[in-house]
């Protein structure tokens, strides 16, 4: 059977599920049903790619070939295990998490994969998938084979990527988005608090991102922290005696930064 014609399950209808089932389906392939314990959730991504909504994991058929769950990583266990009575060991299952191991999934299904995709996904915001680089591991070499077959229809980028090495790679990812979206948002709070416009500061986070495409991040560094000029941080710090949770961090920070230069 080609991958072409394998009919695959969603389970989960959130920010992942919504996306990765919406692009499956705009690619051609024949999405069977979809779960969210919500069922206007899982009704609204289900009409949208022509899929049957469900809101029981034992409503979960043995029809489809690939098993995608895209659920909270505290629910891939809960969901493998259910999901393993209703359509027994042998088809593929894959979880879509960056830091949960294969191992939750690996103890129920012969066939368990990963198919991480490897970008910051929100339902209302439209996502480029020819971008996104999808990190895929899987114990048995046809599993991989078919899990990479599926992700080159979705992306270019297409990676084997051990349980460990994706682990480690969500770590990095926390710092470099997680981390950079919060201090966006630590910038917008104080602009906001003084009724300064935040969109004079969005050209520098796109020429920050732009820079570091040919260059290493460590050598675009810039700022009093990396210039070691002790007035402007002292200055900074007075100004943010009014916010000491965004002290705490703009120490922390400029500690980190220093120590990085003077490695
Ligand atoms: N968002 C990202 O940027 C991103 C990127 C790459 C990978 N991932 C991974 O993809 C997976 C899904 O992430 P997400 O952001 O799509 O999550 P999400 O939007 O918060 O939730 C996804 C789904 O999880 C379901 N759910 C939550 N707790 C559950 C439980 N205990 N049992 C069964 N279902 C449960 C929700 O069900 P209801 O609809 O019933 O509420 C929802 O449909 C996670 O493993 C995450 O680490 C996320």
Redesign the pocket.
């Known amino acids: 059977m080609s991958i072409r014609d394998k009919k695959i399950t969603i389970i989960?209808?959130?920010?992942?599920?919504?996306h990765l089932g919406k692009r499956l389906f705009e690619m051609g392939f024949s999405i069977y049903q979809v779960f969210?314990?919500?069922l206007d959730?899982?009704t609204r991504l289900a009409t949208a790619i022509d899929a049957h909504p469900i809101n029981q994991l034992n409503q979960i058929t043995d029809q489809s070939d690939i098993y995608i769950i895209?659920?909270?990583?505290?629910?891939?266990g809960?969901?493998a295990h259910v999901l393993s009575e209703s359509v027994g060991n042998q088809k593929i299952v894959v979880?879509?998490?960056?830091?949960?191991s294969s191992e939750l999934i690996s103890k129920y299904f012969d066939n368990y994969g990963v198919f991480?995709?490897?970008?910051?996904?929100?339902?209302e915001q439209e996502v480029d998938f020819e971008q996104i680089p999808f990190c895929i591991d899987a114990k048995s070499p046809e599993v991989k084979e078919t899990l990479l077959e599926l992700a080159n229809y979705l992306s270019p980028k297409v990676y084997r990527i051990s349980d460990r090495e994706r682990q480690i790679l969500h770590v990095a990812a926390v710092f470099v988005n997680n981390f950079t979206n919060h201090l966006y948002s630590v910038g917008e709070d104080i602009l906001e608090k003084e009724k300064i416009n935040f969109d004079i500061l969005k050209p520098l986070i796109f020429e920050t991102a732009r820079k570091i495409e040919n260059q290493r991040a460590e050598d675009m560094q810039t700022g009093p922290a990396k210039r070691g000029d002790t007035d402007t941080i002292s200055q900074h710090m007075e100004y943010l005696d009014k916010h000491p949770e965004y002290q705490k961090l703009y120490k922390t920070l400029t500690e980190s930064i220093s120590k990085h230069k003077a490695k």
């Open positions: 989960g209808s959130g920010n992942v599920g919504f969210s314990r919500n959730k899982a895209a659920v909270k990583d505290v629910g891939i809960r969901v979880h879509t998490s960056g830091a949960t991480y995709p490897l970008q910051t996904f929100s339902i």
